[in-house]
């Protein structure tokens, strides 16, 4: 499968504090991608870091990359009960500009208020 | 701007007949992908279309096929449904092809 895994599966934090989800995957990649699915609903993007990039910053959103390692992570600094969702990972491959997403499985976080 | 579009919302179908499933991207965009999405198998990539032209496939049998009209809207196809078809059906757009959005998804439910 050239499906990424996520780590953990499930996390339970309580707000206000960090959240940290791992991403790795298989072959080089053209880009890494974050998404935000809220309860059986649509994919919301949420941050897009390049293979050439190590770091990028969004909000309170923290991304990086090792390509030597194939893994990616995402921190979700000071948590609120809003960001309870499942969140994904993906890549893209091959071809500059495809738009077909592999999308790891996932990590399912809960933020008690 | 209006986001995807993507209807019907719910669908139940009986196994062996065929569903038809329309989605209307961001105005402007012409990239239009499918995913199929299941509790067991995750997120998987279906297809893309790029200008009324597939430009990418996944790894999905033939029943499963799509297209898309010169106003970049896309329907997906899927024949001789099988109890392991039901799935949401999401579809996205692309306007750089970096970034996707998404619409709501389609859940079909195939008894």
């Known amino acids: 499968s050239q499906q990424g895994e996520e780590d953990p599966q499930a996390l339970s934090i309580q707000e206000g504090e960090n959240a940290t989800m791992n991403c790795s995957y298989k072959t080089s990649i053209n880009n890494l991608q974050w998404y935000r699915q809220n309860s059986g609903r649509g994919l919301v993007h949420l941050i897009l870091i390049r293979s050439n990039e190590r770091e990028k910053h969004s909000g309170r959103l923290r991304v990086t990359l090792d390509t030597s390692k194939k893994s990616s992570s995402l921190l979700i600094t000071a948590s609120r009960a809003a960001d309870t969702a499942s969140y994904f990972c993906?890549?893209?491959?091959?071809?500059?500009?495809?738009?077909?997403?592999?999308f790891g499985t996932g990590t399912r976080l809960t933020v008690i208020p | 701007k209006a986001g995807v579009t993507q209807t019907p919302r719910y669908l139940i179908k009986t196994r062996g007949q065929q569903v038809t499933l329309s989605c209307s991207p961001i105005?402007?965009?012409?990239?239009v992908s499918w995913y199929q999405q299941t509790p067991g198998q995750g997120l998987q990539f279906l297809f893309e279309y790029f200008s009324e032209t597939q430009r990418n496939k996944g790894n999905f049998p033939g029943r499963f096929s799509g297209r898309q009209f010169s106003n970049s809207r896309s329907e997906m196809n899927v024949s001789t449904l099988e109890l392991g078809d039901s799935a949401l059906y999401l579809c996205?757009?692309?306007?750089?092809?970096?970034?996707?959005?998404f619409g709501p998804g389609t859940r079909l439910t195939v008894t």
């Open positions: 993906a890549t893209t491959q091959g071809q500059p500009g495809a738009n077909n997403l592999f």
């Open positions: 996205a757009s692309s306007l750089r092809g970096y970034e996707q959005y």
């Open positions: 105005s402007g965009h012409r990239s």
